[in-house]
């Protein structure tokens, strides 16, 4: 037997129902975590959804943010923000076990700019994600970490390094920061497959950048080292950036057995 998850920054999900459905006929993974809904819980298409057999778990925002996971099977022991902070209201962390699989489904804040307090706030982001791994979580336990992490962890990840590297998206003290959250125990499901460059997973609408090959990997599968010895293939869904209003991220898929 085989686990297939995905993840996927749909960028409206209002915007990108009808393509969600289309992928989820294809495809047909046992897991998909999605980002950026910009949807309050009430407003999410779950009847459509459950037509097409899924069951989701929703954390909503109006205009922003969002996360979500969706799965023809139970999604059990739900949990949603980072539990640190009373004060925290946006919606960018949710988690939820599937086939005793905990998968965390996690969109990491731009930050802006560097130097910025968003940028701050970003850092600080992946430190909060880091302590709920450690009070949550064991490196031994089956559990993957889905989503938009907005960092492209090396040079072999972006198209076009020098013209992304002070960035946010390639700024070193960000890439730090994801690497410090990812020695709690986790290992880049798609570098167990892929020796780069790329592949790239988000394309900005602007300046063309799709046709002309200026893409970053910024959505990630991270994975504890017993799913990560049980990953048999990792990818991204290139084609799904294609075609009419397609979101500027395209779908990373993993398979375990």
């Excluded at 938009?148 to 198209?159: E, F, G, I, M």
């Excluded at 991270?222 to 990792?234: D, G, K, N, V």
């Excluded at 799904?240 to 209003?245: A, L, V, Y």
Aim: hydrophobic residues 40%; proline residues 5%; charged residues 30%.
């Amino acid at each position: 037997m085989t686990l297939t998850v995905a993840t996927w920054n749909v960028n409206s999900i209002r915007a990108r129902t009808e393509r969600l459905l289309d992928w989820l006929a294809r495809r047909a993974p046992d897991v998909l975590c999605l980002q950026e809904t910009k949807v309050e819980d009430d407003e999410f298409p779950r009847d459509v959804l459950q037509a097409a057999g899924y069951h989701a778990a929703v954390f909503g925002q109006k205009t922003y943010n969002g996360v979500a996971i969706l799965s023809p099977n139970r999604l059990a022991d739900i949990e949603k923000g980072l539990g640190d902070d009373p004060g925290d209201t946006e919606a960018r962390l949710i988690a939820a076990t599937v086939d005793g699989v905990r998968v965390i489904c996690a969109y990491v804040p731009l930050g802006t700019a560097v130097g910025t307090d968003k940028w701050v706030r970003k850092l600080e982001w992946f430190k909060r994600l880091r302590g709920f791994l450690e009070r949550n979580a064991k490196s031994s336990d089956d559990l993957l970490v889905c989503g938009d992490l907005n960092v492209a962890p090396q040079d072999r990840d972006v198209a076009r390094s020098d013209e992304w590297r002070e960035s946010v998206l390639c700024h070193e003290e960000g890439r730090a920061a994801l690497r410090d959250l990812m020695e709690w125990g986790l290992i880049d499901s798609i570098r167990l497959h892929h020796d780069g460059p790329g592949p790239f997973s988000w394309w900005d609408y602007r300046q063309l950048a799709f046709p002309k090959g200026n893409g970053l990997r910024l959505d990630h599968i991270l994975c504890t080292q017993p799913m990560a010895s049980r990953c048999r293939e990792a990818f991204v869904d290139r084609d799904e950036r294609k075609g009419s209003k397609p979101s500027d991220h395209a779908p990373v898929i993993a398979t375990f057995r």
